[in-house]
Structure formats: C-alpha cells, structure tokens
C-alpha cells in the first residue's frame, strides 16, 4: 500500500495570516508484514507544501513499480513518478501549465489529466466526470459549464466546442503520460 503523510501540527497556533511550509512525504507499506519506508520527501519549503488542487497529491500506483503524484516543486503543479523502493522524483510533465484532475488507467500504465486550462480561457477548474463504455474508459468531461472556446495552437483550431468535445480535445491533446520506469 503507498499514502501520502504529513507531520503533525503540534504546539501554539500558527497565525492565520502567515504562510507556513507544509511539507509531506510518500510512504509504502507491506500489508503483510507491516514494514513501511519512506519513498520520496518534500522540499521544506512554500513550493515543497502538499499541494492543495482537485485530488490534492493524486498518488497512483503505476506499472513498472512507479508511484506517480503531484507537486509543486517548480511552482506549477505537475506529475512526478518516482520508483516504490524510493529514490529521486522524474518530472514526466514539464511546462508552465498546471497538471490537475488525474485518472489512472486499470493497467496502471496510463495516466490522463487535465490540459483545458491551456486550452481554453473559459476553463477555472472544477469537477470532471470519467465517461466510459463496458468498463472501458473513453474520455473526461469538464462538468463546468455546456461550452468551452478552444484555442488550439498545435494545430490552428479556434471555436467553441461542447463540454464534450472540450473534454475529448482535452483529454487527446497530448497530455497523456505512458509509464515507464527509465
């Protein structure tokens, strides 16, 4: 089993006001034995803080004995994948968009996420909801709003669009991550 773990709070009250690193760690245990070790720490630091979008560290357990999560060490919220017995932490999501509303594939070898928001000025955020067809899954669907406008710089599309074809665009633009324990 792999969660996630923060330290407790202990002592006076910090002021409400005052920003605080909140630092985290993944950790994975044996349910067997119960044996449990740290795989990957936090930077102490504002940037370091358990993040705090839809799905907060969105931890999956991958293919290949890769845990996958959230952070944002760079200052934008991307994927990580870091390998269970531990070690340093691969961005697999470079950029300056954010990476949020994350779904993993039942082989564990895809991850989908959320990419309208660099897609489409309309997008804020929000729920999404996984459509799917005999248990196999096709597509996300931003549940916000019935239209999005859609600015496509990859291939010159701009229009607007249902939430459905929103989320189709979305979800096949590129912004798909195959697992692989490099």
Request: with cysteine; hydrophobic share 35%; net charge positive.
């Amino acid at each position: 089993v792999a969660f996630t773990r923060r330290p407790g709070d202990g002592g006076p009250p910090e002021p409400f006001l005052k920003r605080t690193p909140q630092p985290w760690a993944i950790w994975s245990a044996d349910v067997a034995t119960g044996a449990g070790h740290r795989v990957w720490k936090s930077p102490d630091t504002l940037r370091g803080s358990y993040p705090t979008v839809a799905g907060q560290a969105n931890l999956h357990w991958a293919k290949n004995g890769l845990l996958t999560f959230l952070a944002t060490s760079d200052n934008w919220s991307h994927l990580y994948a870091v390998p269970e017995k531990g070690g340093p932490a691969r961005l697999l999501t470079p950029g300056e968009f954010m990476v949020e509303h994350v779904a993993a594939s039942a082989d564990g070898e895809t991850l989908v996420y959320s990419f309208l928001q660099w897609l489409s000025a309309d997008y804020g955020g929000g729920y999404w909801q996984f459509m799917e067809r005999a248990g196999h899954p096709l597509y996300l669907v931003p549940a916000g709003r019935p239209a999005y406008r859609i600015c496509c710089n990859s291939n010159g599309y701009e229009g607007t669009v249902s939430a459905d074809a929103a989320g189709i665009i979305a979800t096949h633009q590129r912004r798909y991550q195959r697992l692989r324990n490099r």
